[in-house]
């Protein structure tokens, strides 16, 4: 069995000995319960993971002794996905459905026709709630980097990021071309939007072309946005090399 991964800070994990407390030293010792001898892996989320054995335990932290580090490279090309806000806590599965599968950032988008909007007053919390999905989702597959999660976008920021790709795909099921059929490069990033439930507008695709986004197919079915997203990141990961 593979031991559970937990998050600490960079700094903590470039010493020989470290202390993890806080909610993660509590879920460790109390939910998870380790105990002496056992083997622990911690990670910064930003690539560097510490081979751990838990040394002494108590109610809400865990001493580990470091047996090893090891640094993780980003991975190439850098694969980006543009999620429309999909309906109730589907946002959430999105965006542990795509961590799990490797995807590298996940940027929120207030498409036009998305029923979900972040609401001024609650935007903070939404975004938390996705952040917290990411987290989760990459401890649980074993990840050293966790996927960036930034704020919402605009439809203008959007097509900022697919003028500045070194690939720009828009999923769009009306497009010709297959997404198996795109050929990342070995190098530089990857955008991919997805849209929402109600489509991406005529207004909407316009700009993204004008940027440089190409539309693409994922396949014969209409699949949901908070599904399409893993799904097309799949075929991009086996096609860049990545899996």
Do not use: Y
Not at 133 to 156: F, I, M, N, W, Y
Not at 193 to 211: Q, R, Y
């Amino acid at each position: 069995m593979s031991p559970p991964v937990f998050l600490a800070g960079t700094a903590a994990l470039e010493r020989d000995r470290v202390i993890l407390d806080g909610p993660e030293g509590r879920h460790a010792a109390t939910v998870r319960r380790l105990r002496p001898g056992e083997r622990v892996d911690l990670t910064d989320g930003e690539g560097l993971l510490a081979e751990c054995v838990v040394t002494a335990a108590d109610r809400a932290s865990l001493t580990l002794e470091v047996a090893a580090r090891h640094r993780e490279p980003p991975p190439e090309p850098r694969l980006v996905v543009v999620q429309a806000l999909p309906k109730g806590d589907r946002g959430e599965l999105a965006v542990e459905t795509m961590t799990e599968a490797g995807v590298d950032e996940i940027v929120p988008w207030a498409a036009a026709r998305c029923v979900t909007q972040w609401r001024p007053e609650r935007r903070e919390k939404a975004l938390n709630r996705w952040r917290n999905a990411a987290r989760e989702a990459g401890k649980q597959a074993r990840r050293s980097r966790l996927p960036h999660v930034p704020d919402l976008a605009s439809t203008d920021a959007v097509a900022r990021r697919l003028a500045a790709a070194s690939v720009a795909l828009v999923l769009h099921e009306d497009a010709a071309e297959p997404l198996s059929g795109v050929r990342p490069p070995a190098s530089g990033e990857v955008v991919l939007v997805v849209g929402p439930e109600g489509g991406i507008t005529e207004d909407e695709l316009a700009a993204f072309g004008a940027a440089g986004g190409r539309p693409v197919r994922l396949g014969p079915t209409v699949l949901r946005t908070s599904t399409a997203g893993v799904a097309a990141a799949a075929v991009l990961q086996a096609a860049s090399g990545r899996w």
